[in-house]
Structure formats: C-alpha cells, structure tokens
C-alpha cells in the first residue's frame, strides 16, 4: 500500500463546477499536508499547505484536512479551464522537508 | 529574479552510458532535491541534500548518485544508464528543513534511455 494514494483520474468538469480533490494517507504521523499544481510539461507549483485539521481558504481554493480519517481534500469553486492541470498532495512530518507526493489527479476544465 | 534551472531539457542515451542532469538554483537554498516522475507513481525522491558536502538517499536511490560541492548546484549522474530509468526528473529546492518550507521545482528534464 502506498503512503500516500490519490485518485489519477482524469476528473472532467465543466467550467464553472466545483471540484473536489482527495487524497488518503496511512502514515499517522504525517502533519503538514500540501497541494502542488502542475501544468503539462512544466514542475509543480505549490497551491497551498495547512497544517491541522480544518479547512484553509485562498480565493477560490479550499485546503481541508481530516487527521481522524487521514483524508484530505482540495476544493476548487467557481473553475477555469486555466485551473486544467494536475493536482498533487504531499505530506510531510515534522522530522525534516521531505515530501511524500500522491500519484496526482489530472483535471480538465471544458469551457 | 531568483530560479531553478535544469539542463538538459531533452536527453536521449543508450543503455550502460553514463548520464549526468544539472541542476542550478539562484535562490541560495539550503536543501536541493531529485525526483523522478513516472506514470503511477507520482513523483518520487532519489538523493537529497541539506547543505554543501552532505547528499543523502531517498526512495528510489539505486543506480544515482549526487555530489554537492556549492550551494548552488546539486548534480544528479547515472552511472549505467538502464531502460528502467525512462523518467521525467525534477529537481527541487527550499530554503530550510522545516517541514513547511516551501520546495521550488525546476522546469524539468526528460530522459530516455534506449
């Protein structure tokens, strides 16, 4: 079982929907939870990171997180066909900066 | 501006070659990261360091190595190029070990090994 398993989708909405993105993780351990967007061909870009459980707001983005479930979830509003990219969660603990990535969930906005 | 930089962009080798992927970032970054990027597996962590001289092995470290010798710069060779090492490799940088400092990503390198 992976550390950190994500959905690759791809999720397809129409412009304008909201979308909900999820990850599980398994390591109880893990405490700062982050979502990395990546364009095609490009790196990925950090979106946003939280570190307890609860919801985190920027614009459009919402971080949630659920340590009693270890689940988290990326919530979009109001959708662009320029959100179109892949969406991945990393997680880390507080033992250092490295990451464990989720597989990513590849979403298409269609205008 | 400050950047991260890979190069080369595009490389094409033959099995048993040795490859080397640069790696250079302006921010003056503590930590440099490698990862590769395959299909289902998401990005996973080959070799890290935290500072100049210190390199240490992640996940997928096998037939990797790096060397730190400047802040700057944070090589990745493959000594025996392998088909299985068909992969989008990322390198990445932050400014310090806490676990919430944000990581920077170069654009990235794709490699194919026939």
């Known amino acids: 079982q992976k550390e950190v398993e994500q959905d690759p989708g791809p999720l397809s909405v129409p412009e304008g929907a909201i979308v909900s993105l999820n990850c599980t993780y398994s390591?109880?351990?893990?405490?700062?939870f982050m979502w990395y967007r990546q364009y095609s061909r490009k790196g990925p870009e950090l979106l946003m990171y939280?570190?307890?459980?609860g919801n985190k707001e920027d614009g459009r983005f919402t971080a949630q997180v659920d340590k009693s479930s270890k689940y988290i979830s990326l919530f979009i509003r109001d959708s662009q066909p320029s959100d179109s990219a892949t969406y991945l969660c990393?997680?880390?603990?507080?033992?250092?900066?490295?990451?464990?990535f989720g597989g990513g969930t590849r979403l298409m906005v269609k205008p | 501006d400050a950047e991260i930089t890979q190069s080369p962009r595009h490389k094409i080798t033959e099995t048993g070659r040795q490859v080397t992927l640069a790696c250079h970032q302006t921010?003056?970054?503590?930590?440099m990261f490698w990862y590769r990027q395959d299909l289902g597996h998401g990005l996973r962590l080959i070799h890290y360091?935290?500072?100049?001289?210190?390199?240490n092995k992640g996940e997928v470290s096998d037939g990797y190595s790096v060397s730190r010798s400047n802040t700057e710069d944070l090589p990745l060779t493959l000594e025996s190029a392998a088909s299985s090492q068909t992969s989008v490799y990322f390198c990445?940088?932050?400014?310090?070990?806490?676990?919430?400092?944000?990581?920077?990503f170069g654009p990235g390198t794709r490699l194919t090994v026939l």
């Open positions: 990445a940088s932050s400014a310090s070990g806490r676990p919430a400092d944000t990581q920077y």
């Open positions: 390591n109880s351990a893990f405490q700062y």
């Open positions: 939280t570190y307890s459980s």
């Open positions: 990393a997680i880390t603990n507080n033992a250092g900066n490295m990451l464990t």
């Open positions: 921010w003056n970054h503590n930590n």
């Open positions: 360091s935290y500072g100049v001289q210190d390199t």
